[in-house]
């Protein structure tokens, strides 16, 4: 990855992942119906943690403050996954952004290009349960200018 990309910067590897400690995480949709499981590396109040607040034109609307993990980390509950998401793409589509078709709540993003963060997805902090966003440290990127 570049170095002058900012999203690169902010976007850990599988391999950074692997060595600091973690912690686990219930989200899910306004509804109820998307729910999941994720696995956090750094845990969001570890010292080292940072969500990501991007200043492209669909995080802004979407009020995205995201963590990167593996895709592995990421766990549906049954019968409350994927399947029954929604995705949009825009622009030069290389990420898909998915959300809920009953209550519209942006869950993550995802590359659709395989060279672009391969098995990485982008959660959606604002969808954890019993997270305090105001106290989690925010790193700010300039997606505009990607």
Known sequence: MSSSN????ATPTNDDAAAAPSATYDGSCHCGGVAYRV???P???????????????????????LVYVPSKNVA?????????LKNYTFAQERFQHSFCPTCG????AESITPDLFPDMMAVNVRTFHDVDVSKLKIKEIDGKSL
């Open 76 to 84: 549906f509950e049954e019968g409350k996954g994927r399947d029954g």
């Open 105 to 108: 709540t942006s869950l993550f």
């Open 43 to 65: 845990p969001l109040d570890h010292a080292d943690s940072t969500v990501t607040s991007c200043n492209c034109s669909i995080c802004v609307r979407k009020g995205y403050l």
């Open 39 to 41: 696995t956090v590396s």
């Open 6 to 9: 900012p999203a690169a910067a």
